[in-house]
């Protein structure tokens, strides 16, 4: 299964990295867009979470690199109060 590894800008200029088990992440987020902080966490877990389903599927159980991914992002997106702070997708890259 081809996994994606992403990397974001916060608000603050401060870029972080992410990895999604599946390709299916491009259906939630895409590279070079900005979003309200709001819509890009609510696209992330959703993302996050088809992916790990995605590994369920195959193999029997969620995938926990997907889980902790989105821990990270949701702890390091309460350092931003306001909802309406812009997140940038900088890079999206397939990986085997």
Request: charged letters at 20%; one cysteine or more; aromatic letters at 10%.
């Amino acid at each position: 299964m081809p996994a994606v590894n992403f990397e974001i800008q916060w608000p603050d200029g401060q870029i972080s990295s992410g990895y999604s088990p599946s390709t299916i992440i491009h259906d939630y987020l895409a590279e070079g867009v900005s979003y309200p902080l709001n819509d890009f966490m609510q696209r992330a877990e959703s993302g996050l979470n088809a992916a790990s389903e995605r590994v369920r599927t195959v193999y029997g159980y969620a995938c926990s690199s997907a889980m902790d991914c989105l821990y990270i992002l949701q702890e390091q997106a309460k350092k931003y109060p306001d909802p309406e702070s812009q997140i940038t997708l900088l890079r999206m890259r397939q990986s085997p």
